[in-house]
Structures are given as structure tokens and as C-alpha cells.
Nanobody, 121 residues
Framework: QVQLVESGGGLVQSGGSLRLSCAASGNIFSIYAMGWYRQAPGNQRELVAA???????NYADSVKGRFTISRDNARNTVYLQMNSLKPEDTAVYYCNADVIVPGEGIEYGYWGQGTQVTVSS
């Protein structure tokens, strides 16, 4: 079993910053991609940013230039530095990881429990 534990959400004023962290633990051989998704009330869950173990990153257009994703592969941890936050960034942010467990050559997708980010205007 694999667990993803997120931290760092909260309430911030428009223009402020927050840093999210997500640590994966458990039965892990390797992790290919780790990323952050978000879901606002009434909306579908959407990709915010993702990073592969090789360093390739991908961002939603709405956060480019404001958010930065990074990974510590040795600690199976992914971070999301969020700057210049806007009220429209308000959502529950979920961590996602594509994990290969020992003895199998298959990737399994795992999700964290979500952390609330609220940006006030």
C-alpha cells in the first residue's frame, strides 16, 4: 500500500504565497510522475502541474509563471510553490503519484486526501 500525505494549504490574501508538500510512503519501487491537481466547487478536477522523475515539468496555462513544481526523488516528495495567488486559485489541491511497486512493472495511480487552499480578495 502507498500513502500520500499533503500539507501546506490554508488561507491567504490575493497576491500572497503558499507552499504545498506531498510525501509518498509505503510499498514503492519507484515513482515516475508526481503532480498536483485541484478541484473547485462545481468544477472538474484539473491538472495544475506535474513533474517526472527525469525533471520534465508541465503546467496548466492558468498557473504558468506563478507556480513552480519541484521534486525530491530521494524523499519521494513533491512541492508546489504558489506565488501571486488569485481568488480563482481557491480549490482543494490533490497530490497524485504514478507508483511502480516492487516486483511489478505496472504503474498505479495514487491520490492524497486533498488540502484546501483559499485565496481571499
Amino acid at each position: 500500500q502507498v500513502q500520500l500525505v499533503e500539507s501546506g494549504g490554508g488561507l491567504v490574501q490575493s497576491g500572497g504565497s503558499l507552499r504545498l508538500s506531498c510525501a509518498a510512503s509505503g510499498n514503492i519501487f519507484s515513482i515516475y510522475a508526481m503532480g498536483w491537481y485541484r478541484q473547485a466547487p462545481g468544477n472538474q478536477r484539473e491538472l495544475v502541474a506535474a513533474a517526472t522523475s527525469g525533471g520534465t515539468t508541465n503546467y496548466a496555462d492558468s498557473v504558468k509563471g506563478r507556480f513552480t513544481i519541484s521534486r525530491d526523488n530521494a524523499r519521494n516528495t513533491v512541492y508546489l510553490q504558489m506565488n501571486s495567488l488569485k481568488p480563482e486559485d481557491t480549490a482543494v489541491y490533490y497530490c497524485n503519484a504514478d507508483v511502480i511497486v516492487p516486483g511489478e512493472g505496472i504503474e498505479y495511480g495514487y491520490w492524497g486526501q486533498g488540502t484546501q487552499v483559499t485565496v481571499s480578495s
